[in-house]
């Protein structure tokens, strides 16, 4: 988590008196991520062309996440989908992802500002890593890793992420383990993996879990 100065408690001290007030719960100079999916339907009729989303220090996952749910929710606007329902489905994508909660900002006419309550993440997933990419078979489109860490299952759910891969997030159904059909690969094995896309060398292997 970041431990920058934003992310810490402060307590508020009276110079003249030198009573002080230990603020309840709230990250003063933490303020939660600002999110507009929940209005950027009104957001888009006032006619903006171009949203700008923030990830800077952000992971892949993240930014590849937010990207596409805000792609989905801009696509809605216009096929004319757009709904409260899809609203609540979409937030339950973002807060898979890093996030301090969320406030609307000062959008719709809110006048005071909204602080995180911890000091890090509320995301209700994370990423464990499981190992790295040693070769990709083009022809049968299999890939090949090395368990470095922990243990793979079919059905949990796998990203693979990359300089250039970038981010490929898809739910195990096959594997071999060391050249043997099975259902979990343990550190140490080799295993190999069915798919569509590229797996290079530099690539790290996750696996997401709920976080606890």
């Known amino acids: 988590a970041c431990k920058q100065n934003c992310r810490k408690k402060y307590t508020v001290t009276d ?3 030198g009573f002080e007030i230990e603020l309840d719960n709230e990250y003063m100079m ?7 999916l929940d209005f950027l339907d009104q957001v888009i009729d006032t006619g903006v062309k171009v949203l700008k989303v923030e990830g800077r220090g952000r992971a892949p ?19 004319e989908t757009f709904s409260k329902e899809k609203v609540k489905g979409w937030m339950t994508e973002l807060e898979k992802v890093y996030n301090r909660g969320f406030w609307s900002g000062y959008y719709l006419g809110q006048k005071l500002g909204e ?3 911890v000091d890090g993440s509320k995301a209700t997933q994370k990423k464990v890593y499981l190992g790295k990419g040693m070769h990709y078979y083009p022809k049968p489109e299999i890939a090949e890793f090395k368990i470095e ?13 990359g300089p250039t891969t970038g981010v490929e997030e ?3 159904t096959e594997m071999l383990v ?10 140490g094995d080799s295993c190999t993996i069915p798919l569509k896309f590229r797996v290079r060398a530099s690539d790290k292997l996750y696996k997401i ?4």
């Open 178 to 187: 060391n050249d043997e059909k099975l259902d979990t690969a343990t550190k």
């Open 149 to 161: 860490a922990y243990d793979l299952k079919i059905g949990d759910t796998v990203l693979v992420t």
């Open 30 to 36: 933490s303020p939660k991520d600002l999110c507009t």
């Open 209 to 212: 879990v709920k976080t606890e």
């Open 61 to 79: 996952e993240y930014v590849a996440k937010v990207i596409a749910t805000y792609r989905e929710a801009i696509d809605a606007y216009y096929d």
């Open 15 to 17: 110079q003249d008196t």
């Open 115 to 117: 602080w995180s309550d």
């Open 170 to 172: 898809f739910e195990l």
